[in-house]
């Protein structure tokens, strides 16, 4: 069955470091998206992408964050400048479609990071 | 601003049947979902409502009333699997569709004894 891959699975980084979050979205899906989960807490919108384009950002996706499909396979989160704040577990997730049927999101495993 | 509530934890013994309550309030709306998690692994998807009323999955079933802007998650002939968390989340598309955002609820932690 296919599935969204998300590596590293735990990422620890310094403050101030640099972070790349990958993803490998179900390859015939169009809609791309990061959600954050801080420990404990619910599941929170960051980005969903389509076309090569940000369709959509939550007031967390500050400058500090981009978005990337450098290829036709990956999807990746980058945060320029870690702060203790950005420890969660950060889940990919792609869509087949937007509108229409469930619009179930099949999520990645999750990547957990630790800023110290 | 946006708001989905969910009663944080409900205990229940196996073979029982629970109901999960979500009230939101948000900006948009195009559906009801609801996701399974398991000791903060990937969420699964259960179920979807975009109109009113009742869906049926098996053990699970799904309520949506829009005009209350509530809706439920039932679960019938728990088992000790069952035990994970449960967040409703509305399906809130912008205009253009080009995106299809999860707003996710508080979350409910369900706990399934023997």
């Known amino acids: 069955e296919p599935e969204v891959t998300q590596t590293p699975s735990h990422q620890v980084t310094q403050m101030g470091q640099e972070v790349i979050l990958r993803c490998v979205p179900i390859s015939n899906h169009l809609y791309f998206y990061w959600y954050r989960q801080i420990l404990g807490q619910k599941v929170e919108f960051l980005v969903s992408f389509y076309n090569n384009e940000i369709s959509e950002k939550s007031e967390i996706f500050d400058d500090q964050f981009s978005v990337e499909r450098p290829d036709g396979s990956n999807f990746t989160l980058k945060i320029r400048s870690t702060k203790l704040e950005d420890s969660a577990m950060y889940f990919c997730?792609?869509?087949?479609?937007?509108?229409?049927?469930?619009?179930?999101?099949?999520f990645g495993e999750g990547s957990r990071l630790t800023v110290l | 601003g946006q708001s989905l509530e969910q009663p944080s934890e409900v205990t229940a013994v196996e073979g029982a049947i629970v109901q999960i309550n979500c009230t939101y309030q948000t900006s948009g709306f195009y559906g009801l979902s609801w996701y399974q998690q398991h000791d903060g692994g990937a969420p699964t998807f259960l179920s979807y409502?975009?109109?009113?009323g009742l869906e049926e999955t098996g053990r699970f079933s799904s309520f949506l009333s829009r005009s209350d802007s509530y809706g439920y998650l039932l679960l019938q002939e728990l088992q000790m699997k069952d035990s994970a968390s449960y967040f409703c989340?509305?399906?809130?598309?912008?205009?253009?569709?080009?995106?299809?955002?999860?707003?996710f609820g508080t979350g409910t932690l369900l706990a399934v004894q023997p």
């Open positions: 989340a509305v399906r809130s598309p912008l205009g253009g569709g080009a995106t299809n955002k999860l707003i």
């Open positions: 409502n975009g109109l009113d």
């Open positions: 997730a792609s869509s087949e479609r937007a509108r229409g049927g469930t619009g179930e999101l099949f």
